[in-house]
T-cell receptor
């Protein structure tokens, strides 16, 4: 079983809808949680970065971390066709592991006009 | 500010041939990473450099893969000989330091082994 699990999708939503993405993980040492967006034939780009549990909001994006459940979420409000991409969650333990990232497999999102 | 630069963007080779990928990180970034991304999967770390020192190469298949980062700036990843299963995207990323969580990725090199 992989350390980080993510539903591959695809997730198809109409423009303006809320997109809900999530990952589960098994390594309790993970403390830093990230969401990356990857467009086709491009490298991943960082969207959100969260330390430990709690919520973080940035514009239309909200990231939530529940360490007790080993579950993280990303919500995209008022979704736009330009949000169509693959979303990757990533985690690291920090400390002696530095910022070695362990990624989920990615969820493909399609926002239809 | 220029991002992480990788070349070539695409490479097609016959199996058993050698291949090399080049990465130029963001200026001032001491930490450099090479990742492998298979189709439909997330990136997996191959090797991490702190300046010119490889500090984590536990996932690098050393029988056929090698990497170097001379002078602590540019880096080259080599495969010799390539196998069919090496077809994937090879991503380079950089960050200011090991303690900083933000990694910036390049566009990747898409390798096809025939």
């Amino acid at each position: 079983q992989k350390e980080v699990e993510q539903d591959p999708g695809p997730l198809s939503v109409p423009e303006g809808a809320i997109v809900s993405l999530n990952c589960t993980y098994s390594n309790s040492a993970f403390q830093y949680f990230m969401w990356y967006r990857q467009y086709s034939r491009k490298g991943p780009e960082l969207l959100m970065y969260t330390y430990s549990s709690g919520n973080k909001e940035d514009g239309r994006f909200t990231a939530q971390v529940d360490k007790s459940s080993k579950y993280i979420s990303l919500f995209i409000r008022d979704s736009q066709p330009s949000d169509s991409a693959t979303y990757l969650c990533a985690m690291s333990a920090g400390g002696t592991a530095g910022n070695k990232l362990t990624f989920g497999g990615g969820t493909r999102v399609l926002v239809k006009p | 500010e220029a991002g992480v630069v990788q070349s070539p963007r695409y490479k097609i080779i016959e199996k058993k041939q050698p291949v090399a990928f080049w990465c130029n990180p963001i200026s001032g970034h001491n930490t450099l990473y090479w990742y492998l991304q298979n189709l439909g999967q997330g990136p997996e770390l191959l090797i991490r450099y702190e300046n010119e020192e490889a500090v984590d190469d536990s996932q690098l298949p050393k029988d056929r893969f090698s990497a170097e980062r001379l002078k602590g700036v540019d880096s080259t990843l080599k495969i010799q000989p390539a196998e069919l299963g090496d077809s994937a995207v090879y991503l380079c990323a950089s960050s200011l330091s090991r303690a900083t969580g933000t990694q910036y990725f390049g566009p990747g090199t898409r390798l096809t082994v025939l």
